[in-house]
């Protein structure tokens, strides 16, 4: 029986599908506009990680993880570059894939753009306007009315009194009230735009995801994830948009149109969440180029989700000799053929029980630990061969054990070679020759060559 904590209802709740037959869980993916860091490493392990026990315990499921590919981010980027919206992306959307294929992370069933959705967020809008929920502005923006739903702030716990109270001056005078969030916002000049009953213009963020989620799943779905800092206020104003739209007549104040809410917990870097506004973050190239892929995602995994994740080298480091260790026992006791049921014997009971308590990562490597050790000491092939088939549910020891513990060695550059290939990456990129410049950077790191680019040149040190 699977309990899944609820950030809606703040506690653990059984999980009961709205259809057992069509599990839906949506997912807020990437703003590809850059490589993804660690932050989103986590985001992309965490939720494979819930799909594949979902599917582990039965239930049919359908994955959503969306793609924004239009937002103030990716057009400012791609002005820098002086390249095109649609290339700038299809590099970074073809770079995400590649992060995350070497993660292990399976694939999402549907991985829907924004830019593919522009008439659906369209008719949300004119759907929220007609409910009251959302007004047009003289300046070609439209509104949400924040005050018209009375839920908003239930998932976040904030009041509106208590959003007022910290309110910043506003300098919107278009808003009729400080709190009201942008759905469309009018055309500016050299932007993208596409033509709507407002003017030409373009969507605001958040209303991409609701109207997302209800083209592919309809009204209400089973699960709705995503990274903490999500939560407020982009899930916020996803609830207000989807319920606004759809719910217009409720005015209580538990409302949502997804029965769980599941968040990350954030990785720190010196106890300050991992991000690129604080400039500390690692892109997942740069951890790559010095950790093998399953490390970086045994290190995810072994902390519970909702927890916040210290990154360092040590930590990494002591992750990569705690999987060694695993694989080593594979090594030394090849596995023999076993078939994974719940009540198979003690370690599948428990693996199954820390599981099924919120998806509990943390109880669940200790019984892989067990189950080494016991392997270790019995030398039987039956439990070396039910030690792979449980990780293998985590997506973790899915290498043969002779080409793991070979994987760190690699041959080395000269300090020569490196120079001269950074020489022609500056050049690639002088040329706006992105693809190479990406081409060379991902070369260097498959030797180890971590880059740091700054205003004085490049940096490079050996992973």
Partial sequence: MLKIYNTLTRQKEIFTPIDAKNVRMYVCGMTVYDYCHLGHARVLVV???????LRQSGYPLTYVRNITD???????????????????????????????????VQRPDVEPKATEHIAQMIAMIERLIANGKAYAAENGDVYYAVREFAAYGQLSGKSLDDLRAGERVEVDTFKRDPLDFVLWKAAKPEEPSWQSPWGNGRPGWHIE???????????????????????????????????????????NETQSHVKYWLHNGFIRVDNEKMSKSLGNFFTIREVLAKYHPEVVRFFILRAHYRSPLNYSDAHLDDAKNALTRLYNTLHNI???????????????????????????????????????????KTQSTELSGCLKVLAGVLGLLQMTPQDFLQSGHQDGLSNEEIENLIAQRQTARAE???????????????????????????????G
């Fill in 334 to 376: 090849p596995p023999s053929d076993f078939v994974l049921t719940e009540q198979a014997n003690d370690y599948t009971r428990r693996f199954f029980a820390a599981m099924n308590d919120d998806f509990g990562t943390v109880e669940a490597m200790a019984v892989l630990f067990e189950l080494a050790n016991e392997t270790n």
């Fill in 47 to 53: 939720f494979d990680m819930v799909a594949r026990w």
């Fill in 432 to 462: 706006k020759n992105w693809a190479e410049s990406d081409r060379i950077r991902d070369l260097l790191a498959k030797h180890n060559i971590v880059l740091r680019d700054g205003s004085d040149g490049t940096i490079w040190t050996r």
């Fill in 209 to 251: 995801c609701s109207a997302m989620g209800h083209e592919l799943f309809g009204e209400t779905f089973d699960i709705h994830g995503g990274g903490a800092d999500l939560q407020f206020p982009h899930h916020e104003n996803e609830i207000a948009q989807s319920c606004g739209a759809h719910h217009c007549d409720c005015q």
């Fill in 70 to 104: 239009i937002d103030d981010k990716i057009i400012k980027r791609a002005n820098e570059n002086g390249e095109s919206i649609q290339a700038l992306t299809a590099r970074f959307i073809a770079a995400m894939n590649e992060d995350s294929d070497a993660l292990g």
